[in-house]
């Protein structure tokens, strides 16, 4: 089912229960109208290890990774 993903700072993080298989799993992501997110979180993706996504405002000023 559904996760909901504790945000601190840059960090997101999300707990899966013990043996959940996390090599393939889409993510979705609500970013600001005209803002961008690469990679996109909803293709199918191994989230063994940490990812990560960056996040560019709509003026592409300002980007976060």
Known sequence: ??????IIGTDIKITFPFGK?????????????GATISPEPTRSTDYTNPKNFTV???DGTTTKT
């Open 56 to 58: 560019t405002a709509g």
């Open 1 to 6: 089912g559904d996760k909901i993903a504790n």
């Open 21 to 33: 298989d996390i090599n393939s799993l889409s993510a979705t992501a609500t970013i600001s109208a």
